[in-house]
């Protein structure tokens, strides 16, 4: 098919843009013409291109991983997930930012980094979490004063009934 012989796509949000761009073809002269200039500024910057390219290679499928968190079935593997791909996004805004053409600065514009919500997810999950969270101890230590006292009091109620048990025996 067309798509296939035209999917080069990194990503599957990438693969999932160019479908739709297939199936609903832009109509405005204006609008294609602006497609048509970014087409070009990155056919013309090998380097920066490439390196969009590199940092998409890390990106997972944001589109799904949003589902699973607004769905609530999202694991802490997948929150790790999503913090190394929102860590990618202001490395790629950085490369829009060199380009000159009216769409890719649109999307430099749009771009928001998302940095508070990767600062929250790595000062909250550890970094080689369970895959599920019924397993627990996925939470960083200091992050959460509560979990840190019932974490503590898991392990000290454990040591408490051992003193325990041994005075009695003796």
Not at 33 to 52: F, G, M, S, W
Not at 107 to 136: C, F, H, Q, R, V
């Amino acid at each position: 098919s067309l798509l296939w012989v035209l999917d080069k796509t990194k990503t599957a949000m990438g693969a999932r843009t160019l479908r739709t761009y297939i199936e609903q073809p832009l109509i405005n002269s204006d609008d294609i013409n602006k497609r048509q200039d970014a087409i070009e500024a990155l056919l013309d910057n090998t380097v920066d291109r490439d390196e969009i390219r590199e940092y998409l290679n890390a990106i997972y499928d944001l589109e799904r991983l949003l589902t699973k968190i607004s769905y609530h079935s999202a694991n802490p593997r997948d929150l790790i997930a999503f913090k190394t791909s929102l860590s990618m996004l202001p490395h790629i805004k950085n490369i829009l930012g060199m380009f000159h053409c009216p769409l890719l600065q649109d999307i430099y514009n749009e771009i928001d980094g998302l940095a508070d919500i990767t600062e929250l997810i790595d000062s909250a999950i550890i970094d080689d979490p369970p895959l599920s969270s019924k397993e627990g101890g996925f939470i960083k230590d200091g992050y959460d004063e509560n979990i840190d006292m019932l974490r503590k009091s898991k392990t000290e109620g454990k040591q408490w009934l051992y003193n325990l048990e041994n005075e009695e025996k003796e």
